[in-house]
């Protein structure tokens, strides 16, 4: 089975703080993705990354960015977090971009809480 | 950009009903579309995906349809048991942005 494991279960943090959130995959999947899932807006893409070094922002990246050193690592970077920024934070990979029988696949996820 | 309307937003049930859950979308152009299940405080967990030639897909108790033309799916939990409660979530993938799109979920719950 695919294993997502994401470094943390619960984060707090105080505002103006540099977070990292950290992803890896086990299974030498090309995709990643990082969602933040708050109530009453579902889940929102903010990065994914198609590739080692690859990068492309999703619906929100705004106040985040991310880094894909090795293929199964994919980490997200709160520059300066702020209070906006609390919230439930899901990745996840999957084996190549799209096709008919892709399945994704997702970590635990990160309540990560800004103070 | 796609839309994704889940209808019911919640819905709660007796154990041994059966559950009918609905997922609508705006743009028909989608490699598959995936149902998830995510308990409280929870990753999501895939259930099943059907690829967008398909017109269902069965897993045990659960079967999802297909409408890709009309931009619906639909799934359906046989004779719900407690261990159902949790949020469903649909989410196609697109073939032009290349990414999952996902619906607000469906909260439900089975009581004993």
Request: neutral net charge; proline residues 3%; hydrophobic residues 35%.
């Amino acid at each position: 089975d695919v294993k997502v494991t994401q470094s943390s279960r619960y984060l707090v943090k105080r505002t103006g703080e540099k977070v990292f959130l950290e992803c890896v995959q086990d299974m030498d999947h090309e995709n990643m993705f990082w969602y933040r899932q708050d109530p009453g807006l579902g889940l929102r893409l903010i990065y994914f990354s198609y590739d080692v070094k690859m990068k492309e922002k999703g619906d929100i990246p705004e106040g985040y960015s991310v880094s894909r050193e090795k293929k199964e690592r994919f980490s997200l970077i709160l520059e300066s977090a702020s209070t906006n920024q609390t919230s439930m934070y899901l990745c996840a990979s999957s084996l190549e971009a799209g096709g008919a029988n892709e399945k994704l696949f997702f970590g635990s996820g990160t309540q990560l809480s800004v103070l | 950009k796609q839309e994704v309307t889940q209808i019911p937003a919640a819905l709660s049930v007796p154990e041994g009903e059966n559950l009918v859950l609905n997922c609508s979308f705006t743009d028909s152009a989608i490699y598959n579309l995936q149902w998830f299940r995510q308990d409280p405080g929870k990753g999501l967990t895939s259930l099943l995906l059907i690829q967008s030639s398909q017109r269902e897909q069965t897993s045990g108790r659960l079967n999802a349809s297909l409408d890709k033309s009309s931009g619906r799916s639909t799934l359906y939990i046989a004779a719900s048991q407690p261990g159902d409660s949790a949020t469903y979530l649909c989410a196609p993938w697109g073939t032009n942005d290349y990414k999952l799109s996902f619906g607000a979920g469906t909260t439900v719950t089975v009581r004993a």
